[in-house]
Nanobody, 115 residues
């Protein structure tokens, strides 16, 4: 069983920055593939970014060059640094972990980009 706890959401200014964190339980964190999805009101949940156990990363086109995903295996924590925020980044952000053929989800954290 893997438990995920997100933090760091809130209100951001257009053009500003926020950093999300996802703390994971389990002694095998380093082998999890992890990532972030987001879901805006009335829309489906879409992949934002993912990072493998070897720290290979992928991003959806709309966040490339603005968001950076990273992980600290010593702290069992994954991060999403969001910069140059846009109103269209407003959504609930969910972290996930893939382990032992199962997907685990965090509870979600709200990110609102508005002036």
């Amino acid at each position: 069983q893997v438990q995920l706890v997100e933090s760091g959401g809130g209100l951001g200014q257009p053009g500003g920055s926020l950093r999300l964190s996802c703390a994971a339980s389990g002694s095998r964190f380093s082998i999890y593939t992890m990532g972030w999805y987001r879901q805006a009101p009335g829309k489906q949940r879409d992949l934002v970014a993912k990072i493998t156990s070897t720290s290979k990363t992928n991003y959806t086109d709309s966040v490339k060059g603005r968001f950076t995903i990273s992980r600290d295996n010593a702290k069992n924590t994954m991060y999403l640094q969001m910069s140059s925020l846009k109103p269209e980044d407003t959504a609930v952000y969910y972290c996930y972990a893939l382990y032992d053929y199962r997907i685990y989800w965090g509870q979600g954290t709200q990110v609102t980009v508005s002036s």
